[in-house]
Nanobody
């Protein structure tokens, strides 16, 4: 059974940093695109970042470009999201996700992701 477990969320002041981790078990995802999404209260889930299986290609939503960095360690079956210069509008539950099939395509569409974690809360105070 595939399981994705996020960690690293918490409460931080504006301008601070957090590093999220997502550890996968039940299957090796070294050939799969992995991504991060977030959902703020009262809003729809939105794409944050994604990374190709090789780590050689990444994609970010405009609002986090230059502040967030996605990376992965295939040996550990883990994806990370380094978040710097955090803003109150980054407050949300953050979810990691893995696409349905092995692919080199880096996608931002939630419908392309089949495996999801339970989420970790990130709260940025002003």
């Amino acid at each position: 059974q595939v399981q994705l477990v996020e960690s690293g969320g918490g409460l931080v002041q504006a301008g601070g940093s957090l590093r999220l981790s997502c550890s996968a078990s039940g299957r090796t995802f070294s050939m799969y695109t992995m991504g991060w999404f977030r959902q703020a209260p009262g809003k729809e889930r939105e794409f944050v970042a994604a990374i190709r299986w090789s780590g050689g290609s990444t994609y970010y939503t405009d609002s986090v470009e230059g502040r967030f960095t996605i990376s992965r360690d295939n040996a550990k079956n883990t994806v990370y999201l380094q978040m710097n210069s955090l803003k109150p509008e980054d407050t949300a539950v953050y979810y990691c996700a893995v696409v349905r099939y092995p692919t080199s395509i880096v996608t931002m569409r939630a419908a392309d992701y089949n495996y999801w974690g339970q989420g970790t809360q990130v709260t940025v105070s002003s």
